[in-house]
């Protein structure tokens, strides 16, 4: 796997300024970290919607800052957390006066961060909540883990809470949607190639030419089942048998779908599984109120997809509809 | 290089409805074709701005079907022409009165095809324009061609020509902006891996484990210099050094820049490169007025980018900016 690049330990940074030289009307970075926010922040009177994570995963979590979802979102190295003073300086840079609302991907590094940064958001007399994102129903069967990871399901806690902080609603509430959106989303992953991390040698995992693993996590986890290569739909009925049934999803809801791409599969072959979760759910009498096909979370340049179900009510209807404005989400 | 898909044949034709079912509200495939047309075509009173090509590039085209944009998006099989009933559908269905603007990329059956639709609309009395796109800098020197390919500079096209018309301007004004995008607009391309057509064993060329190509074209044609893998610095200086030198673009001079995936490189290469980009113009001073960094032409599962320049004037800035909304492009 060949990387476009200059040295491996600058890529992020460089990754970073190349973001925020393109989109300079939404975002930029704090000189001297690698913290993403708003270019208007602070935005006064507004809930800050923070969260943060390894890097790795783009567009998240930069390209979903702007206006109607993130404040800021703190960027590590490659697959690793963020460090706290990164934190401080997004908390201060962002903090309007109202809170803020911390979106968690469950994961160790980043639990300890955002706890961390909690505490010195104390100091500074600015209320925080948190919500621990739990999306990957792939990982509760087995043993040894700290729970369900939080995965591309994430990107919809981000739309959702920034939607609602957008509408100057007080911390508990935005919290409030926040966890609903929670509680409301499964995803599961197909991996079909490792990647590499900027600078080693080895993939993070290996896969043989006909295989494929189901339930992969999105920094190359262990997934729950390595079978051979399947159609599509095939395929894609096993993964949506799981997630429907997880929450579970019951006939008449309605949902929004994400078919995210891992990062090294063709939007055409995106487009072909997001038709396939579309028979089986029109099969199932669950109903489609807004689709997101494309990379929303991705691994570096691993190829495969996850797929996303939100379970929506009035009110997360109305929020997901929410416009925002951000380098990878654009909603009029 | 593992597909995810059903049967080879039926890639497209899923693609497509996949495509249709994820942004219902925007687009839909006249029933029995391979063409994506707004939903809510014909558009009374507007020019219909009509392209199409071989898929395998997507989101183009049928990603930038919508208001502000195109009318339709005719789909061949992958790398290949699409045919003249579907091309025939869809003028009937996007004839809003006031004539249609073909967008081809310089490519022989597109240009046929085309030609040929073109008869078809003087039968029915439909008053049509051509605009051929030749924005790739690679070719000119090369013998045997038909001149340079339209690749990546099609999209900026489509939007400069889709803002006209939904400002319902006539189709002589429609046509002269797109001509002048076409005229102002360059690409250049570079491969890290090759990318095999569905259905087919082999991959389309062959690339060493350290090498890439300059100037290939988005079907995999030969580039002009196939060379060991550089740092992004100096393969992205080599290529802004034949962009910029070719129009040429001027100390001074405003303009749109994209950098544009071809399938398989993640979006942190990608603004990897754009960083580079932007030092380099900023060295060179050419001013950056808006920026698009992404996947908008691609090659199927290709690794590999494009860097696209587009020389701004104050009506194309404005057309630049005015809203679009489809299913990979909007703007507020």
Redesign the interface.
């Known amino acids: 796997m060949?990387?476009?690049?200059?040295?491996p330990e600058d890529?992020?940074k460089?990754?970073?300024?190349?973001?925020s030289?393109?989109?300079r009307r939404l975002v930029e970075v704090i000189p001297g970290t690698q913290a993403v926010v708003r270019a208007d922040a602070p935005v006064m009177g507004k809930v800050a919607v923070i969260t943060g994570g390894g890097?790795?995963h783009?567009?998240a979590h930069g390209?979903f800052v702007g206006k109607g979802m993130l404040d800021a979102a703190l960027a590590g190295a490659v697959f690793c957390s963020p460090p706290l003073s990164d934190g401080i300086a997004a908390l201060e840079r962002c903090n309007g006066g109202k809170g803020a609302l911390f979106i968690i991907k469950n994961y160790t590094g980043d639990i300890l961060l955002f706890d961390m940064l909690e505490e010195e958001a104390q100091d500074r007399d600015i209320p925080v909540k948190k919500v621990l994102v739990t999306d990957d129903v792939a990982v509760e069967e087995r043993e040894g883990t700290t729970g369900r990871r939080g995965v591309a399901g994430t990107v919809f806690v981000h739309k959702i809470a920034g939607a609602m902080a957008d509408k100057r609603a007080p911390l508990e509430e935005v919290h409030r949607v926040a966890q609903k959106c929670v509680d409301s989303v499964r995803t599961l992953g197909v991996a079909?190639?490792p990647c590499i991390v900027p600078g080693r040698d080895k993939p993070n995992f290996e896969l043989g030419?006909?295989e494929?693993e189901l339930g992969i996590g999105i920094h190359g986890e262990p997934g729950v089942e390595r079978t051979s290569?399947r159609?599509?739909?095939e395929?894609v009925d096993g993964m949506m048998g799981r997630i429907v049934g997880d929450l579970p999803f019951e006939r008449g809801q309605e949902v929004a779908?994400m078919?995210n791409g891992m990062?090294?599969?063709?939007?055409?072959?995106?487009?072909?599984?997001?038709?396939?979760v579309?028979k089986y759910l029109d099969r199932t009498g669950i109903d489609?109120y807004r689709?997101?096909?494309?990379?929303y979370m991705?691994s570096?340049?691993m190829?495969g997809?996850s797929i996303t179900l939100l379970a929506l009510d009035e009110e997360l209807k109305s929020l997901l509809d929410h416009?925002c404005?951000t380098?990878a989400l654009?909603?009029?």
Chains 1, 2 share one sequence.
């Open positions: 060949k990387k476009v690049m200059n040295k890529i992020v460089e990754m970073l300024e190349g973001m030289k393109a989109h890097s790795g783009e567009p390209g079909l190639s030419a006909d494929m290569l159609p599509a739909r395929l779908v078919v990062g090294a599969t063709p939007l055409m072959e995106l487009y072909v599984v997001f038709n396939e579309a489609i689709s997101y096909v494309g990379e991705t570096l340049e190829a997809f416009p404005e380098p654009t909603q009029r």
